[in-house]
């Protein structure tokens, strides 16, 4: 007998038990993502961007649609950089799941940061 799995959606036999994925929860992270400083100093990259992604406008593309603010160095690694203007930089989705996979370079990042800052 077969059954629909609750946790993948595939289907297995009935005796089948799925090994659950840990759920992210966000904890620390998601507090400081909440906090009223990080929403005034999210705002001002992306004011500060012209709301823009930075990498687009770099390759002469202009990219104001779903624009977020990525933290270059992680906040699960380094929860102190969560305001540094060098450590954020305005990134259409598509740039930001890029950075996130580690296929943007962090270097290439900051540089469009200063840039940003100047």
Known sequence: MLKACSVCGKIHPANYHHVRQRQFSGGEE???????????KSKEVREKANY???VCRDQGI????????????KLADKPDLLI?????????????????RGELDKDYLRELARRREK
């Open 62 to 73: 202009i990219n104001y649609r779903g624009v977020e603010v990525h933290h270059i160095e």
């Open 52 to 54: 823009l992604c930075e």
């Open 84 to 100: 540094e203007n060098d450590n954020l930089v305005c990134l259409c989705q598509r740039h930001h799941k890029e950075a996130d």
């Open 30 to 40: 998601r507090e400081l993502r909440s906090t009223s400083r990080w929403t005034r």
